[in-house]
């Protein structure tokens, strides 16, 4: 069979796969890049790797392959082709529009020291000098933060209870981590999702300039990659991450509590209770972005960091040390930069809350940009319902004959849809209502 008929006959086939295979001539192997069609009806056997990773597909069959441009045409005999990458995979196939550039950059960090695609973005001078300030002692805090949440999903928290000791111990340990061999943090990943990563953001092509670790906030549920960060030193890192945790969510049941007091959801714990929930699917995430030299020559330009997203979750809760780069995203679509503070907490409505008051309170949309001579290290903590939990608006929050903006979900379903998606993709778009009048974006 002659590979030029075999592509022009089945060439409106709708079904396209990209396949890599190797041409033996004379002794030599030449990789060869080629598209082929085929049919939509054809079953190829599947071969799974990791269960988070896509099915590759092994397919056998002889046929011969002739080369254009020359006379008499050479003809080599194929035994097999191997398809070893995901169909339609994002590497190969990346989304056409995007706002930012990319460009290369060279890494002269122990942690980023490989040539990457890291995008870029137009410099932003806009300082947030707007920012909503809540004192968690404040009487009328449950105000407060209600409307903070309804004008911007983001605000300040201060006065919090959580003692310095917390976040400096951590910030330490976190940089004792980071500043190991690469060999020595390697051994705590690649992320499943929990573990160490570097640059790759999530499996679907998205890059920043950061090293993170994501662990799990429940004891009870510790991941091998979790334990072969702590056995570096396993009683001061893990007891300066459990203490920080352990204190981070006693104040955000206290927030989500006011919350609800000021949109006076019944009963009042009704979000609270899914983050104290012993299944709740929470996590803390560490992120390291190491100082980047290379930006004095981007011509002006930002190197992304963390690219623009919002929190899938319900409620996320970040502090930073005082190197700037985080920004968050206005209604009018303009991006703001957020003065640095390493003694408050910044709040963010994530996307299950966004359903679960109706789009009354919008997610914030945010990113993180990279500095040129300092590193910033922040470290999140993402509270989320059990995985079985429905999400869906809190009936006490419906005026009568309200309709739900969103099609009621499962954790798990949003989970699964949001992190199948690029990072800044508007993942609540799937979960609309056609017919309701959705929030958007």
Not at 31 to 39: N, R, S, V
Not at 51 to 69: Q, R
Not at 264 to 271: G, N
Request: charged content about 25%; glycine content about 6%; aromatic content about 12%.
């Amino acid at each position: 069979m002659q590979i030029g008929s075999y592509v022009s006959n089945t060439f409106t086939e709708k079904v396209m796969v990209l396949i890599l295979y190797i041409i033996k001539e004379k002794e030599r192997e030449k990789k060869i890049l080629i598209l082929i069609c085929f049919p939509r009806k054809h079953k190829f056997p599947k071969i799974h790797t990791r269960p988070d990773v896509s099915p590759v597909y092994y397919l056998h069959f002889p046929f011969f392959v002739f080369k254009y441009h020359q006379f008499p045409p050479l003809h080599y005999p194929f035994s097999s082709i191997c398809l070893c990458f995901p169909l339609f995979s994002s590497a190969f196939f990346p989304p056409f529009k995007r706002k930012e550039e990319t460009m290369v950059v060279h890494s002269q960090s122990a942690a980023l020291d490989h040539c990457s695609l890291i995008k870029t973005c137009k410099p932003t001078t806009s300082v947030f000098k707007g920012i909503p300030v809540v004192d968690l002692r404040d009487p009328e805090a449950k105000t407060l933060i209600v409307k903070a949440c309804e004008e911007y999903g983001f605000f300040k928290l201060v006065n919090h209870g959580v003692p310095m000791e917390f976040f400096t111990r951590l910030e330490a340990e976190a940089l004792k981590f980071f500043n190991l061999p690469q060999s020595d943090k390697d051994k705590a990943g690649p992320p499943d999702p929990f573990g160490y990563g570097v640059k790759k953001i999530g499996s679907n092509g998205d890059v920043g300039w950061v090293e993170y670790l994501l662990l799990n906030t429940n004891p009870q549920i510790t991941s091998l990659k979790s334990l072969t960060v702590f056995r570096e030193t396993p009683e001061i890192f893990r007891s300066a991450v459990n203490d920080y945790i352990q204190a981070v969510k006693r104040m955000t049941f206290e927030v989500v509590e006011l919350m609800a007091d000021g949109l006076k959801i019944e009963p009042r714990d009704a979000l609270s209770r899914l983050l104290r929930d012993e299944k709740s699917d929470s996590c803390f995430r560490l992120n390291h972005y190491p100082p980047c030299p290379e930006l004095q020559a981007l011509g002006g330009r930002n190197l992304i960091g963390f690219g623009e997203h919002t929190d899938p979750q319900i409620i996320s809760v970040l502090r930073s040390n005082n190197t700037s780069g985080l920004q968050i995203c206005l209604r009018d679509k303009t991006w703001v930069s957020v003065p640095p503070d390493q003694t408050s907490f910044f709040i963010n409505v994530g996307d299950a809350l966004q359903v679960m008051t109706n789009g009354r309170l919008r997610s914030v949309r945010h990113r993180v940009l990279a500095e040129s001579m300092r590193s910033r290290v922040s470290m999140i903590y993402f509270g989320g319902p059990p995985l079985s939990e429905k999400i869906a608006p809190l009936a006490s929050l419906m005026a009568k004959g309200e309709e739900s903006l969103y099609e009621e979900f499962t954790w798990w379903e949003y989970k699964t849809s949001a992190y199948k998606s690029r990072l800044g993709d508007y993942r609540l778009g799937l979960f609309e209502k056609k017919t309701g009048g959705a929030a958007g974006q």
